[in-house]
Nanobody, 118 residues
Framework: QVQLVESGGGLVQPGGSLRLSCAHS????????MGWYRQAPGKERELVAT??????????YYADSVKGRFTISRDSAKRTVYLQMNSLNPEDTAVYYC?????????WGKGTLVTVSS
């Protein structure tokens, strides 16, 4: 059973930074595309960033709303995916979810709450 566990969320002031982590139990991590999604109150879940499998070159993709502020990365040795978030604003407030995908396999974490407020 694959498990994804997010951490690093919390309360931060506008303009601040947070780094989210997603620890996983995937044995062949290098073959999975990893992603971060978020869901704000009253809104649908949306894609934040993805990074393709290592075998596909580790190509990154960012939603326009976070481009230039967020960075996704993966550490195979630590079996962890990160989302570095800078210049946070109140519109970034949401529950952030980690995702692992390979073909029809699709796994989700339970999420970590990020609140941006003064």
């Amino acid at each position: 059973q694959v498990q994804l566990v997010e951490s690093g969320g919390g309360l931060v002031q506008p303009g601040g930074s947070l780094r989210l982590s997603c620890a996983h139990s995937i044995s062949i991590f290098s073959l999975y595309t990893m992603g971060w999604y978020r869901q704000a109150p009253g809104k649908e879940r949306e894609l934040v960033a993805t990074i393709t499998s290592i075998t596909s070159g580790g190509i990154t993709y960012y939603a326009d709303s976070v481009k230039g502020r967020f960075t996704i990365s993966r550490d195979s040795a630590k079996r962890t995916v990160y989302l570095q978030m800078n210049s946070l604003n109140p519109e970034d407030t949401a529950v952030y979810y980690c995702n692992a995908r390979r073909g029809t396999q699709d796994y989700w974490g339970k999420g970590t709450l990020v609140t941006v407020s003064s």
